[in-house]
């Protein structure tokens, strides 16, 4: 069974950072491209990232470009998101996702001060 | 950015009769859209995958079509555990860019 765990969420002031992760397991994680997905209270979903089984490619849209890096250490079927200078608009529920098939429970991110 | 346009933003039916849901994209998109199904509380579930193929374990009354900018989900007999809300996503341009969702509750 295809298993995503995120993990490392909660309140950040504006300007600060947070590292989020996620323990994948029930399916060879070097395989597959892997993301994260995030879904403001009350809003739409956005696609934060996108990173290639090695790791060598990365893609993030313009909302995060700069500010956000995704990593995996496929020793440990793991996926990372390092999120710098946050703001309030970063403020989500932040689900980690195998691709586009299956997603994680998700965490929350609460930027405030 | 690809917008897709989701329609219609809330939807009442009755157990058993046909739901239709739409996404128009604004632009070509191929054949490269997938829709989900996310129950309160819950992670978003892959139900169609590019477009028309059912993702497995996903009951035969969920059913996808279209190509190009215009694409459906189908239930053709509601169930109560079918109440949730539904969104699509195209994959063919980056960045991926979802719909604004349908919420779906029964009459």
């Known amino acids: ?113 | 950015d690809i917008q897709m346009t989701q329609s219609p933003s809330f939807l009442s039916a009755s157990v058993g009769d046909r739901v239709t849901i739409n996404c128009k994209a604004s632009q070509n998109i191929n054949r490269y859209l997938n829709w989900y199904q996310q129950k309160l509380g819950e992670a978003p579930k892959l139900l169609i995958y590019n477009a028309n193929s059912l993702q497995t374990g996903i009951p035969s009354r969920f059913s996808g079509s279209g190509s190009g900018t215009d694409f459906t989900l189908t239930i053709s007999s509601l169930q109560p555990e079918d109440v949730a809300t539904y969104f699509c996503l195209q994959h063919n341009s980056w960045p991926n860019t979802f719909g604004a969702g349908t919420k779906l509750e029964l009459k």
Not at chain 1, 24 to 41: C, I, K, L
Not at chain 1, 62 to 74: P, Q
Request: hydrophobic share 30%; with cysteine.
């Open chain 1, 1 to 113: 069974e295809v298993q995503l765990v995120e993990s490392g969420g909660g309140l950040v002031q504006p300007g600060r950072s947070l590292k989020l992760s996620c323990a994948a397991s029930g399916f060879t994680f070097s395989n597959y491209y892997m993301a994260w997905v995030r879904q403001a209270p009350k809003k739409g979903l956005e696609w934060v990232a996108t990173i290639s089984t090695s790791g060598s490619r990365t893609y993030y849209p313009d909302s995060v470009k700069g500010r956000f890096t995704i990593s995996r250490d496929n020793a440990k079927s793991s996926l990372y998101l390092q999120m710098n200078s946050l703001k309030s608009e970063d403020t989500a529920t932040y689900y980690c996702a195998r691709h586009d098939d299956y997603w994680g429970q998700g965490v929350m991110v609460t930027v405030s001060s």
